[in-house]
């Protein structure tokens, strides 16, 4: 798949080991600096580093971006399905979509740190349990988003992380406008080929998903070939332990800003 769009940066700032000062001012560091999108996680606690370390909450932070910034998107990477129910999660994603005028992504996945769901009380299940209810969810979003009064300022886009390649990429296909995944040059490029079959399987047209990867070295050594790959949104993580440091980022902007020229 040959992808027309520009290439687009990310950073996502985990929530996790610092205050809420520091999150907000980073944020801001972000926008001026020309970054794209900023993501959150959908965690209750840290993931890594000292486990009962500080961390914030997902959606009321998002919230809060929408009116601290005015030009970035923003959205969390990912929100976990199982923690609203999805009418809920489609009236709270309009209303920071209005809140932001028009600036949300919504990012959602099936759910994974068991930690959150023991301690906040919801059930944990199979893998393939939390697939079925993701499954179940993307379509009632979208019910919900054509009955919601005021509607969402846009066609909010839909997000879906993970690299399943039976179920999530397929639930990609169906209701998603960004994948995002991981891995090696190799692995996306795989994964991105089984997300064009199920585009092809279903009737549309792959090239209506713009695809999105994490990276966590400089764009000299991964841009060009994850770009051939078809990957056009590329988003740096930033852990909020002894600061955010944005040297990285603003790597991948000077080389996005070369490559789209």
């Known amino acids: 798949m040959t992808d027309p769009r520009p290439v687009r940066v990310g950073l996502q700032l985990q929530p996790q080991h610092t205050d809420y000062a520091d999150i907000r ?30 961390h914030f909450e997902c959606w009321t932070m998002l919230g809060a971006w929408a009116e601290a910034t005015s030009r970035v998107e923003i959205g969390a990477l990912v929100t976990c399905n199982s923690y609203r129910n999805p009418e809920l999660l489609a009236d ?22 068991e930690r959150d769901y023991d301690e906040y009380g919801y059930e944990f299940g199979t893998a393939g349990d939390r697939l079925r209810d993701l499954a179940a969810a993307l379509p009632r979003i979208r019910a919900r988003w054509a009955k919601l009064n005021p509607a969402p300022t846009r066609d909010i886009p839909v997000l879906v992380g993970g ?7 397929r639930y990609t296909a169906e209701h998603a406008t960004i994948w995002h995944g991981f891995g090696d040059v190799a692995t996306v490029a795989h994964k991105c080929g089984v997300l064009d079959a199920h585009c092809r399987d279903i009737g549309r047209d792959p090239a209506e998903i713009e695809r999105s990867v994490a990276v966590e070295h400089g764009p000299d050594e991964l841009g ?28 991948w902007l000077a080389w996005r800003d070369e490559r789209n020229g």
């Open 25 to 54: 001012r980073t944020v801001a560091a972000a926008e001026e600096a020309g970054v794209d999108v900023v993501f959150n996680w959908d965690h209750f606690f840290p993931l890594y580093g000292e486990p009962d370390g500080r």
């Open 92 to 113: 709270m994603a309009r209303t920071v979509d209005h809140i932001s005028d028009g600036r949300l992504i919504l990012g959602i996945g099936a759910g994974w740190f």
């Open 163 to 169: 690299g399943g390649e039976k179920k999530t990429l």
């Open 224 to 251: 060009p070939a994850l770009y051939d790959a078809g990957v056009r949104l590329f988003t740096v993580g930033q852990d909020g332990q002894g600061g955010y440091d944005l040297s990285r980022l603003k790597d």
